[in-house]
C-alpha cells in the first residue's frame, strides 16, 4: 500500500506563508502524479493544484494562481505546496493524493488512488 502523510500545516496571518509536504512511503513517487485537494467547512471538497511525473503543474483553481507552488523531490519521495499570500478563504483542510495510472494530475478526485489525512490549513483575518 502507498502511504502519504502531509504535514507544515498551522495557522498563519493573511499575507502570510505556510509550505505544506507530502511525503509518500510504500512506493517511488517519481512516477505518480500528486493533487493537492482541499475542503473548507461546510464544502465540497475541490482540487487546487497538481504535478505530473515529470514535474510539469496544473492550477485548478484561478484563486490561487500566482500565490500557490507545487513542486517534487522524487528523491526524496515528497512533493510539497508552497503556499504565499494566504487569505482567509484559502482556509481549509489541504490533502495530498497519488494517481498511479497516469503521469499527468487530475481534478477529479476519483481518478487518485491513494489520499493523505489531511493537514489544517487557517489563515487569520
Known amino acids: 500500500q502507498v502511504q502519504l502523510v502531509e504535514s507544515g500545516g498551522g495557522l498563519v496571518q493573511a499575507g502570510g506563508s505556510l509550505r505544506l509536504s507530502c511525503a509518500v512511503s510504500?512506493?517511488?513517487?517519481?512516477?505518480?502524479?500528486v493533487g493537492w485537494f482541499r475542503q473548507a467547512p461546510g464544502k465540497e471538497r475541490e482540487a487546487v493544484i497538481g504535478v505530473s511525473a515529470s514535474g510539469s503543474n496544473a492550477a485548478y483553481i484561478d484563486s490561487i494562481k500566482g500565490r500557490f507552488t507545487i513542486s517534487r523531490d522524487n528523491a526524496k519521495n515528497t512533493v510539497y505546496l508552497q503556499m504565499d499570500n494566504l487569505k482567509p478563504e484559502d482556509t481549509a483542510v489541504y490533502y495530498c493524493?497519488?494517481?498511479?495510472?497516469?503521469?499527468?494530475?487530475?481534478?477529479?478526485?476519483?481518478?487518485?488512488?491513494?489520499w493523505g489525512q489531511g493537514t489544517q490549513v487557517t489563515v487569520s483575518s
Open positions: 510504500g512506493r517511488t513517487v517519481s512516477r505518480y502524479a
Open positions: 493524493a497519488a494517481r498511479t495510472g497516469s503521469s499527468w494530475p487530475s481534478s477529479r478526485m476519483y481518478e487518485y488512488d491513494y
